[in-house]
């Protein structure tokens, strides 16, 4: 799995007018000239094969749309039907 980081600083009084608007905004507040200004990106990792197969499945079934409750309920449901499947315990 390969993750890919780029980082760079810059001193606020060096970024261009445009520069300083974008960052201003995404602060939400104004940048002194004396401030350092550090941007990190980084992608995130692809998930694991599994993962995808089960998602893909999901969707085909149908099954990728369910709210937390309804999930609970089909879990429950096939628990009952795999209890009623086994034969009496003597």
Same mark, same amino acid.
């Given at each position: 799995?390969?993750?890919? #980081?780029?980082?760079?600083?810059?001193?606020?009084?060096?970024? /261009?007018?445009?520069?300083? *608007? +974008? #960052? $201003? /905004? *995404?602060?939400?507040? +104004? #940048?002194?000239?004396? $401030?350092?200004? &550090?941007?990190? +990106?980084?992608?995130?990792?692809?998930?694991?094969?599994?993962?995808?197969? &089960?998602?893909?499945?999901?969707?085909?079934?149908?099954?990728?749309?369910? /709210?937390?409750?309804? #999930?609970?309920?089909?879990?429950?449901?096939?628990?009952?039907?795999?209890? $009623?499947?086994?034969?009496? $315990?003597?």
């Amino acid at each position: 799995m390969l993750i890919r #980081i780029a980082f760079m600083v810059h001193r606020a009084k060096d970024l /261009s007018p445009d520069q300083r *608007l +974008a #960052i $201003e /905004s *995404l602060l939400g507040r +104004a #940048i002194g000239d004396d $401030e350092k200004i &550090s941007i990190r +990106a980084s992608a995130a990792p692809s998930p694991p094969d599994w993962l995808k197969r &089960s998602w893909k499945t999901a969707q085909e079934h149908g099954v990728d749309c369910l /709210s937390p409750e309804e #999930i609970d309920a089909e879990i429950a449901a096939a628990r009952n039907a795999r209890h $009623e499947r086994r034969p009496a $315990e003597r």
